[in-house]
């Protein structure tokens, strides 16, 4: 009997190397404890995360208010104030024809400036509701905008060519001298730069009707472009002007001293103001200047010490 029970135990265990493996059903496959949920946690929320990064931030999709560094809203109501408070007294002044007609036109060239200045720079910033037409729609605010720049600083310009004549003529009928203040060097630099500035934009404006051979004063202008040349002669323009606005102030016997000085500071205060991103600007260009200077310094220093030793 125990000679039939140890045949039949080894048939089986042979059994395996003569005809393959047992089948899976007669091997007892191990309990494996089921997956734990984090791992499908953690997998479920790995696509809303990836989703929320692709997505911008909330912050960025707000819209913010525009830089007042661009609209300038105290600077020009500041410069209609300090035009009003010259302009008020002229009327009972007793200065001739020629010279009320010269102080009118170049008061209204504070105001005009300033709102040249602000339109022109209305272009960078987005409009609250979008304009119809999509892209062609943006183009048309954008040469809008650069249209009432035009107008603006243009009446500015044409107005100062009268005031030019006009103080000619006042010279001449009471016998003065001309081009002896400081103030006639000033007011004639800030209009000749102002015109300068005019000229420098005409040969974009008219680019596309040149190139067609085909003259039109009101159609087929050019607005949209830049140009670095444009922009300097005009803020230089603006900025003597202010400084021949202030010394005609100061210089006018009758204007009260206390409004003549109080409109000084305003007049400095809106010059600052306006171009106070662009003196920063300047200051970050000259410091990173001078530090790359000081570094070239150093290392030349560096390398000549290694080579002496």
């Known amino acids: 009997m125990a000679v039939i029970i140890g045949l039949i135990s080894l048939s089986i265990c042979l059994l395996p190397l003569r005809h393959g493996p047992l089948p899976p059903l007669l091997i007892r496959q191990p309990q494996l404890p089921p997956p734990p949920r984090l791992v499908a946690q953690s997998f479920e929320s790995s696509e809303p995360a990836a989703e929320q990064q692709r997505q911008p931030p909330i912050k960025s999709r707000i819209k913010k208010p525009p830089p007042p560094l661009i609209l300038l809203p105290w600077q020009k109501t500041l410069s209609g104030l300090v035009a009003l408070s010259v302009l008020m007294p002229l009327r009972t002044s007793g200065a001739t024809r020629f010279m009320k007609v010269h102080i009118l036109v170049m008061t209204l060239m504070l105001p005009l400036g300033m709102a040249a200045i602000s339109t022109v720079r209305q272009r960078k910033i987005?409009?609250?509701t979008p304009p119809p037409g999509g892209a062609q729609g943006k183009k048309r605010r954008a040469e809008i905008l650069v249209i009432r720049h035009f107008l603006a600083s243009a009446a500015a310009l044409y107005g100062s060519f009268f005031g030019l004549v006009a103080v000619y003529r006042h010279k001449v009928l009471m016998g003065?001298?001309?081009?002896?203040?400081?103030?006639?060097?000033?007011?004639?630099?800030?209009?000749?730069?102002?015109?300068?500035?005019?000229?420098?934009?005409?040969?974009?404006v008219w680019r596309d009707q040149i190139k067609a051979r085909k003259f039109s004063l009101f159609t087929n202008k050019r607005w949209l472009w830049a140009d670095a040349t444009h922009r300097r002669l005009g803020t230089a323009a603006f900025v003597l002007f202010l400084c021949a606005f202030c010394s005609g102030m100061l210089g006018w016997a009758v204007l009260d001293p206390r409004i003549a000085r109080l409109g000084s500071v305003a007049i400095v205060a809106i010059g600052i103001s306006t171009y106070s991103e662009q003196i920063r600007e300047k200051r970050r260009k000259w410091l990173r200047r001078l530090a790359a200077k000081q570094q070239a310094k150093l290392l030349e220093a560096a390398v000549e010490e290694g080579s002496s030793e």
Do not use: D, F, K, N
């Open 176 to 204: 003065r001298p001309h081009l002896t203040t400081p103030h006639s060097w000033l007011g004639l630099a800030a209009v000749g730069t102002w015109l300068a500035a005019y000229l420098a934009a005409q040969p974009h």
């Open 126 to 128: 987005p409009p609250r």
